[in-house]
């Protein structure tokens, strides 16, 4: 069974102060893996997908690697608008799987 | 332009109701979903639909029935509301079912 875990739960920062983000994945065949961003009585929104091992994609002061078993979000000199909830998802690369979420790293970034 | 809509935003209802929640995607996608995320914030799938047809259709009480009346909308029935739908429903798009989804901002559901 496809199964995604994000740790840890909750991460407290100082602004400037930086950090990683995991996700440990179990799936039958990787198609993608995907970070999503959810602020507090919103939808996900996008970040980044990743296909294989090695593959790393930036963004601003968000960096996401990934390799055969796990994958990190590293938030380079946070700031506090980065606070949010980050939800890692992974899909399997057979016909008709949907994408299986973690529970997410609740991320709170003080000035 | 809200690229993927849902109403109402906050729903809350009776045991035993029937309720029905409306999503719209103007992105042009080919893809719709439906998702359940609980208390404890952990999103799960409920339906997929691509052009219309039902592709993903995981372990959900026959209460829930999904109606995709064209490519753009994706609306969800519940048939006699239980204390533990309460959750946020949450509606997504994607171009293919390969490509990353774009979600809705989510309908709260209290039932009492």
């Known amino acids: 069974e496809d199964q995604v875990t994000q740790s840890p739960e909750a991460l407290r920062l100082q602004e400037g102060e930086s ?37 790393e994609k930036e963004k601003e002061r968000l960096k996401a690697t990934l390799t055969k078993k796990e994958s990190f979000l590293h938030i380079t000199a946070p700031k506090p608008e980065d606070s949010a909830t980050y939800l890692c998802a992974v899909q399997g690369n057979q016909a008709g799987t949907a994408l299986i979420f973690g529970k997410g790293t609740t991320l709170s970034v003080s000035s | 332009d809200t690229a993927v809509s ?37 999103l799960k799938i409920m339906f997929s639909y691509n052009n219309k047809e039902l592709i993903i259709n995981e372990t959900v009480p ?51």
């Open chain 1, 19 to 55: 950090s990683s983000l995991n996700c440990s994945y179990t799936v039958s065949g990787l198609r993608g893996l995907f970070w999503y961003r959810q602020d507090p009585g919103k939808g996900p929104e996008f970040l980044f997908t990743l296909y294989s091992a090695g593959e």
């Open chain 2, 6 to 42: 849902q109403t109402p935003k906050y729903l809350v209802t009776q045991m035993g109701n029937d309720k029905s929640i409306k999503c719209e995607q103007n992105l042009g996608h080919d893809t719709m979903y439906w998702y359940k995320q609980d208390s404890k914030k952990f």
């Open chain 2, 62 to 112: 026959n209460r829930f029935s999904p109606k995709s009346p064209d490519k753009a909308h994706l609306n969800l029935h519940i048939n006699s509301l239980e204390l533990g739908d309460s959750a946020v429903y949450f509606c997504a798009s994607s171009q293919d079912p390969s490509a990353p989804l774009h979600f809705g901002n989510g309908t709260r559901l209290t039932v009492t």
